[in-house]
């Protein structure tokens, strides 16, 4: 059974930094692409990071560029993702996601292309 699980969200001041955890299980954690989107409320989930462990290709929204880094610990079957320079516009349910029905091949960016999900956690940053 795949499974993903969240870890890390929490309340921080703007400016201030972050490190989510996704810990997967169930399939071969380096074959596949691993992404993180977000949804804030009332609007639609999006890209926010993406990662293929096969090559290390990584792939940022640009809305994060540069204040989010995304890694991976094979090892851990454990993809991070840091981030700093938070605003109050990156509150949001923050998910990762995998996409196990295409082995090192594509990278999607799109939530149509992850057909695992784990449940999410909380990220609220104050103004």
């Known amino acids: 059974e795949v499974q993903l699980v969240e870890s890390g969200g929490g309340l921080v001041q703007a400016g201030g930094s972050l490190r989510l955890s996704c810990t997967t299980s169930g399939f071969t954690f380096e074959d596949y692409a691993i992404g993180w989107f977000r949804q804030a409320p009332g609007k639609e989930r999006e890209i926010v990071s993406c990662i293929s462990s096969w090559d290390g290709n990584i792939y940022y929204a640009n809305s994060v560029k540069g204040r989010f880094t995304t890694s991976s610990d094979n090892a851990k079957n454990t993809v991070y993702l840091q981030m700093s320079s938070l605003k109050p516009e990156d509150t949001a349910v923050y998910y990762c996601?995998?996409?196990?029905?295409?082995?090192?091949?594509?990278?999607?960016?799109?939530?149509?292309?992850?057909?695992?999900w784990g449940q999410g956690t909380q990220v609220t940053v104050s103004s």
């Open positions: 996601a995998a996409d196990t029905r295409t082995s090192r091949s594509r990278v999607g960016t799109d939530v149509y292309e992850y057909n695992n």
